[in-house]
């Protein structure tokens, strides 16, 4: 039996999917590789633009550390300050 990683899509819709985004790679230790954050926002529902811009427009929610994404300080305090 498989078991379910702490990135599982909810069975109810989120609120702000690029928050839970950020959320999801918290709960995993603030890093996620590019390809997992990519499958990830897609099954929450976050717009390529819009995850594009985390890591590319001032100030960076995501950034980048080889080919891993990091939440960066502003990506915490904007999730901490949405709760």
Do not use: Y
């Not at 890093?31 to 811009?53: I, N, P, Q, Y």
């Amino acid at each position: 039996m498989r078991e379910e990683s702490s990135t599982a899509v909810p069975s109810e819709p989120v609120d702000d999917p690029v928050l839970e985004l950020v959320r999801r790679i918290l709960q995993v230790g603030g890093e996620m590789h590019e390809r997992e954050v990519r499958e990830l926002a897609r099954e929450l529902g976050v717009l390529e633009d819009e995850l594009e811009g985390l890591w590319s427009q001032d100030p960076k929610v995501l950034d980048s550390k080889q080919d891993h994404k990091v939440v960066t300080p502003i990506g915490r305090h904007r999730l901490n300050n949405m709760r």
